[in-house]
């Protein structure tokens, strides 16, 4: 059978998500979710959708949603691609700005995706090795095609300055997608870039501060060529009539995203405290997790004995991450119950 499949193919481990437990009684740290139900909206937004109208095709553009992402973030339309999920883009990204030839970059550490983007693509990846407390160097003569940045970044929840970004950005010879999965939950952002430069995009999703990641809806705002080149090679309707009526209504309520936002930026402050108190090296966190080192126990037997107790952490194998582990930002009640499962163990 293997004579049937790319070699390319066979070669590669493919994207690992986080573990999804079935079991309710799972307090569930582990892949950056919201604790909290999205905006009210939505469920008004389900309550009215006719369902004859689910046997019509969508808005193969998705309109509507890219005049309000417009109308939020500045620039038009032309200025907006909407995408089944961030990652249905970074891989629209991948085929459309990366010749054969190519190469694509990224961080080392970073979103676990990108290297897979590489493989799927077979082309070079070229990765930049964080520092040893994960700051980003680069050398002026660096190329690729494509970079990818988290920002700010996963695994670790560091934001990088806005002034090297820019310098980076205007010296790149290639696209840059900024990804700002975690941006609202940071002091800053990049958005102004898209609009800035001509090989800038940058990319959102509604999973995170929205509370909507099983709707699957990622968003892209840059210069309009390089729109108009994701929308050649997308799937014919990319998104579906429920996920494009829900993501409106989400987005339309802004007021309630950003109360969300607040909540877990001051659950997060608390669980810093808690955690450095017991010895933890916490990281600055720009994100809704938290990249820690534990004091006197391996992190991978921190997790291996959390997840006996039915809490589950993500932790990461490999030289530059196997001392840490990844903590969603929870509930209070959840990271209370975290803290003390550690002080148990």
Not at 104 to 124: E, H, K, M, N, W
Not at 241 to 258: F, K, P, V
């Amino acid at each position: 059978m293997n004579s049937y499949i790319k070699k390319s193919v066979l070669a590669m481990q493919g994207y690992t998500p986080g573990e999804q437990p079935t079991d309710l009684r799972v307090i569930k740290l582990n892949t950056n979710e919201s604790p909290y139900p999205p905006s009210p909206a939505v469920r008004k937004a389900l309550q009215n959708l006719k369902i004859d109208t689910l046997r019509l095709y969508p808005d193969p553009v998705n309109l509507a949603l890219r005049r309000k992402i417009a109308e939020l973030h500045g620039g038009g339309p032309d200025n907006v691609f909407v995408g089944n999920g961030s990652d249905e883009t970074l891989a629209l990204c991948s085929r459309a700005f990366v010749e054969d030839d190519g190469a694509i970059g990224y961080f080392d550490p970073s979103y676990s995706l990108y290297p897979v983007l590489a493989q799927i693509r077979a082309v070079t990846a070229r990765p930049i090795a964080l520092g040893p407390d994960f700051e980003w160097t680069m050398s002026a003569d660096y190329q690729a095609s494509l970079f990818f940045m988290t920002t700010p970044n996963a695994p670790t929840g560091i934001q990088y300055s806005k002034t090297e970004i820019r310098a980076f950005c205007a010296r790149f010879p290639g696209v840059v997608v900024l990804d700002e999965a975690y941006v609202d939950f940071a002091r800053e952002h990049c958005m102004d870039l898209a609009l800035e430069y001509a090989n800038v995009l940058v990319l959102r999703t509604l999973s995170k501060s929205y509370a909507l990641a099983g709707l699957r809806l990622g968003y892209v705002v840059g210069a309009a060529p390089l729109i108009e080149a994701l929308f050649k090679i997308k799937d014919s309707y990319n998104v579906d009539r429920i996920t494009q009526a829900t993501a409106l209504a989400a987005l339309s309520d802004q007021a309630y995203m950003q109360s969300l936002v607040e909540r877990i930026k001051a659950t997060r402050r608390r669980t810093i405290a808690d955690l450095e108190r017991m010895g933890f090296r916490v990281f600055p966190s720009e994100s809704n997790f938290l990249w820690v080192k534990p004091p006197r126990i391996p992190a991978a037997d921190l997790y291996r004995r959390l997840r006996e107790q039915n809490i589950l952490v993500r932790y990461f194998t490999g030289p530059r991450t196997q001392d840490y582990l990844r903590i969603t930002i929870g509930t209070d009640e959840q990271m209370q119950a975290l803290v003390k499962a550690i002080q148990g163990i």
